[in-house]
Nanobody, 125 residues
Framework: QVQLVESGGGLVQAGGSLRLSCAAS????????MAWFRQAPGKEREFVAA????????YYADSVKGRFTISRDNAKNTVYLQMNSLKPEDTAVYYC??????????????????WGQGTQVTVSS
């Protein structure tokens, strides 16, 4: 069983930056592909970014490409999401996810892996 705890959310003005962290425990972190998802009020949860277990591959939603960067430190069992040039439409609860499957992380559901409790990101205009 993997436990994931997100941190780093908060309130920021449009154009600003935030760095989210997700600390993992209880499993072999380096064997999981990791991802960030987000859910805005009244909307479905959506994929934001993913990184392979080695860190060699990264993937992004078109809406955040060029502004967000996902990274991981397997020695610290932590995955990060650096968010720059934030927009009001980035406002959401951001969730960290760990996927034990080799493929399909961008479409993973709640039953496919492990999820954190989420951290709120609010971008004011």
């Amino acid at each position: 069983q993997v436990q994931l705890v997100e941190s780093g959310g908060g309130l920021v003005q449009a154009g600003g930056s935030l760095r989210l962290s997700c600390a993992a425990s209880g499993g072999t972190f380096s064997s999981y592909n990791m991802a960030w998802f987000r859910q805005a009020p009244g909307k479905e949860r959506e994929f934001v970014a993913a990184i392979t277990w080695t860190g060699a591959g990264t993937y992004y939603a078109d809406s955040v490409k060029g502004r967000f960067t996902i990274s991981r430190d397997n020695a610290k069992n932590t995955v990060y999401l650096q968010m720059n040039s934030l927009k009001p439409e980035d406002t959401a609860v951001y969730y960290c996810a760990a996927d034990p499957r080799p493929y399909g992380i961008s479409t993973m559901t709640l039953k496919d892996g492990y999820w954190g409790q989420g951290t709120q990101v609010t971008v004011s205009s």
